[in-house]
């Protein structure tokens, strides 16, 4: 059944669940965070929070800081409401027919039946409404995402040709890479101060590992102070999945060396080698459809980044509290 956990981990986590939250049983709710004319509450981020640790638990992924994660989830919760608000003013609604329709291809990728499913989530907390919920909001932002980001997004041939060719990938072709971000994030509009600032904080966050201390230690420590940090830990890659901000310094490193700060445009990236692996079986050498895939989902999550936060730049957000 672990499949099935991650599958129910991915839907209630990846942007969390607003709907699973009801079913958390607290005499009073805390205010978490004001998004729009809609809110966070303290009892939807704990829920996520447990989500969040499921899910790293069966992806043997090591947990960031406490103060980090809890940054990471709040984020994904807003971005939820942000892009579930863009939905209903898009009128984008999802039919009782095609939540049921998807929620069945979720049971027989599984190879359970849909009442066993049900019978599985009520097992994690979560009752047969919230997951229907949860899946119509998941559909909702996935119509979007393809209308606003997706429909954009495309890889041609000559790119191909040119990643395929480059030494790059020549030399790494069969390397995946376990990589773990550390943001220091500007604002949306940063000012030439602002940059300053975070750049002068990322190069003296580089200064300190590299005069041996650990990147863990460094991480903790840094995600406890006033300004904390963000990112996390981002898997095992393949070259073409990583970042192309990332990807050509990846190839030249070695594990646990680390590579920064590199500039985008939501700030200053530290970026750790954790390990480094030979890929087995049908990964070990990629198609060029498999390449194609994997660029075309590096570009995705790189508009995907530039498009959220344009929305959360057009918003109005307010934290309540310290998470």
């Known amino acids: 059944m672990k499949k099935l956990n991650i599958v129910l ?17 607290q005499a009073i709710d805390q205010i978490v965070a004001v998004v729009n004319d809609d809110v966070v509450t303290r009892s939807e981020l704990n829920v996520a929070l447990t989500a969040a640790r499921m899910q790293m638990s ?4 090591s947990e960031p800081p406490e103060k980090l994660l809890q940054k990471q989830v709040l984020d994904q919760l807003i971005n939820k409401k942000l892009q579930l608000q863009i939905a209903k003013q898009a009128g984008i609604n999802i039919k009782e027919e095609e939540v049921n329709q998807s929620i069945a291809q979720v049971a027989e990728q ?3 039946s849909v009442a066993d499913l049900y019978a599985h989530v009520a097992q994690e907390g979560m009752s047969k409404s919230s997951y229907q919920n949860e899946m119509r909001d998941q559909m909702a932002i996935q119509k979007l995402q393809q209308m606003e980001v997706v429909s954009h997004i495309n890889i041609t041939p000559d790119e191909i040709d040119s990643f395929m060719h480059s030494t790059a990938w020549k030399n790494n072709s069969s390397k995946e890479y376990h990589l773990e971000d550390m943001l ?22 580089v200064s300190k590992i590299r005069s041996g201390g650990s990147y863990q230690k460094v991480t903790a420590a840094e995600a406890s102070t006033p300004a904390g940090i963000q990112g996390g830990d981002l898997g095992w890659r ?14 030249h490193m070695k594990a646990d060396e680390i590579a920064g700060p590199i500039q985008t445009s939501n700030g200053f990236h530290i970026i750790h080698l954790a ?18 895939q994997q660029l075309l989902q590096r570009k995705f999550e790189e508009a995907m980044q530039s498009w959220v936060s344009k929305l959360r730049g057009q918003s109005f957000i307010e934290t309540k509290v310290s998470v």
Do not use: M, W, Y
């Open 9 to 25: 981990c991915v839907l209630g986590c990846i942007l969390s669940a607003s709907s699973f939250a009801k079913d958390a049983k």
């Open 58 to 61: 069966q992806e043997h992924i």
């Open 110 to 112: 599984n190879k359970v």
């Open 184 to 205: 220091i994030p500007v604002s949306d509009s940063p000012t030439t101060n602002e940059l300053v600032t975070a750049k002068n904080r990322a190069n003296a966050i």
């Open 238 to 251: 393949k070259l073409p999945e990583i970042p192309s901000a990332f990807a050509d310094r990846i190839a």
């Open 275 to 292: 390990a480094v692996r030979s890929a087995a079986g049908e990964d070990a050498q990629a198609t060029r459809k498999q390449i194609e």
